[in-house]
């Protein structure tokens, strides 16, 4: 099925999924629409994209698109608004420690086995627990775009945590983060989005991209720490308030 591309999008298009089980809410089933570009894509129209509500998963390009549900929201965060809380100031302190590299993408055993070890723990039972390396190569190192894999080391060089970034004109893109699930509170993942916001600062773009955000998904809850956050509704982007 085929859908008239929204504006200043002209040179793609635009198909839905068939029905498939929601990642996010049990007993729900999910679509997506996915961008096609017709003579390649490029890093204005994929930031257009992103900030038209789409994510990048591979080389697909995809926004939720469900028959009955608009839960899943895009957020991102103001970069020079935001102000660390008390606990994320503790947290950044505590790991600084760590030694953070950016790599362009490429197939490392030590991450194929890092994103086994935190899918097993952290989504035992999900489609992606048992990711071969031709799979996870296919999710995590498959990008037309310009991606960069942050890798965090501690000072003995043991492997901690991997994210996925893509740049856009306006920000950074929060693709995908796997991380050493021991200790369990060790908040990597909430250090890994104080870093990006940084890593922003550094660039000097004005939001950091984050993905969506459904409230009854407990998983999704920290994204609401990092405030101001902003989300996109009816095509416009408007402080998150009154939800928490």
């Known amino acids: 099925m085929t859908h008239r591309a929204p504006d200043r999008l002209t040179s ?14 049990a007993d729900h089933m999910a679509r997506s629409q996915v ?8 890093v204005h129209t994929y930031s257009q994209l992103v900030r038209s509500g789409f994510r990048r998963s591979g080389y697909f390009i995809y926004r939720p698109y469900c028959d009955d549900c608009v839960k899943c929201i895009s957020v991102r965060v103001p970069v020079a ?5 008390r606990t994320q100031r503790k947290l950044w302190r505590r790991h600084q420690p760590l030694q953070a590299q950016l790599h362009n993408l490429h197939f490392d055993e030590e991450h194929y086995q890092l994103y086994n070890r935190y899918q097993q723990a952290r989504h035992d039972g999900g489609s992606m627990a048992e990711d ?4 996870y190569s296919d999710f995590i190192l498959k990008s037309t775009m310009e991606s960069w894999l942050a890798v965090f080391r501690e000072p003995d060089q043991t492997l901690r945590m991997v994210s996925l970034i893509d740049r856009l004109d306006d ?7 796997f991380f050493d699930p021991q200790p369990a509170n060790a908040s990597f993942g909430t250090y890994n989005v104080l870093w990006q916001i940084e890593l922003c600062r550094r660039l000097r773009l004005p939001y950091l991209y984050l993905g969506y955000w459904v409230q009854e998904c407990r998983k999704m809850a920290y994204k609401t720490n990092f405030q101001p956050l902003e989300r996109l509704s009816q095509g416009r982007w408007q402080r998150l308030d009154g939800v928490f």
């Not at 793609?12 to 809410?25: E, V």
């Not at 961008?35 to 490029?42: K, L, Q, T």
């Not at 608004?81 to 809380?85: C, K, L, T, V």
């Open 12 to 25: 793609l298009h635009f198909y839905s999924t068939a029905p498939y089980p929601c990642s996010y809410l």
């Open 35 to 42: 961008a096609v570009p017709s003579d390649g894509m490029d």
């Open 81 to 85: 608004e935001f102000e660390p809380s």
């Open 132 to 135: 071969d390396r031709q799979q």
């Open 171 to 177: 920000g950074l893109s929060a693709v995908y983060t």
